[in-house]
């Protein structure tokens, strides 16, 4: 049986590099062709931005814990929050949520706090993101995004969706799949009865988060701005960013939502430029918030290693705060 599911695993994810390719292949050199007039000054400047998003992104799931009352350092959960981010890219892209109920732990609470905190980060992230998203409506009826975006969806992003759907079904159809979903929620739930909810904390980390997506929907603007042939107004790309994102962490199964996002992103963009550009825009973004969380993750490991030289027994423990 483990032979069988990690064949189809290996399958499935060949499938969609072959469909993937097959679809980049006319215009490949069309794109290798636009990365060569992109304005690389203006993707360093994001990569800077994208280093600072990710550290006070990491550095929300403070407020997070401060939402459930429980009180830590800034610079300690930023510093674990980013270590376990690091591991959505191993293959099934949960390993990133695990690994972070893992280090929270080490903040001194115990697995079910643990667990609550994952919980209501994402909630409170997705809620932001659904917001940003809807940035993308009232430019869409400006300038004919909705009918634009509704062809792309029913002829260009099929792979897609189907990933998005095909991940939401298995939970429903594949009884492993649906028996993990179940026990997740039948743990995480009651673990948060006995929590000290702080509304005012968990305001102030939902509002953080909103103000975080608009940072990273104004990081892809200026790679839009980079790369000639797409010419978007700042509120549409911030929608198409936050769109993009949204169909992505659904998309179950998908490392950082990987290829997902950047149909989304390419297929949207498609309103303001050609293909080639849009595709672009997608490859670049991506590959800057890649070199962004490495920088941020080095960071981390070297105040680690600063630590362990001088001796501080305390670099991951909790501190009050």
Known sequence: MLIMKNTLKV?????????????????????????????????AFSVIGLTVYQWLNAGTWKDVFAGLGIKVSRSVTAR???????????????????????????????????????????LLTVVAWFFTSLWILPTAIGRNLTSSALTWVSHSSWMAWTVCGGGALSIFLIPKARILFIRIVS?????????KFQPQDLVRAVV???????????????????VPGIVAPWASVIGIGGTAWLIGFFAVGVPGGIGVREAVLAGLLTSYGPMESAVAVAVV??????????????GSLLFDLKCTKNALADCDSTVLG
Not at 187 to 195: D, N, T, Y
Request: hydrophobic share 55%; net charge positive; glycine share 12%.
């Open 80 to 122: 674990l929050w980013i270590k376990g981010e690091s591991m959505k890219w191993l293959p099934g892209g949960i390993w990133g949520y695990g690994s972070r109920v893992s280090n929270a732990r080490k903040l001194g609470v115990d697995l079910c706090t643990a667990s609550s905190a994952l919980a209501v980060e994402l």
């Open 187 to 195: 743990r995480v739930l009651p673990s948060m009865k006995g929590m």
């Open 11 to 43: 399958v499935a994810l060949g499938v969609a590099v072959t469909l993937a390719c097959y679809a980049l292949q006319k215009m490949g050199s069309q794109v290798i062709g636009v990365l060569g007039t992109v304005n690389w000054a203006l993707v």
């Open 208 to 226: 953080s988060y909103f103000t975080l997506c608009l940072l990273n929907g104004t990081l892809l603007w200026l790679v839009t701005l980079s």
């Open 285 to 298: 973004f991506r590959a800057a918030q890649v070199i962004a969380e490495l920088v941020a993750l080095g």
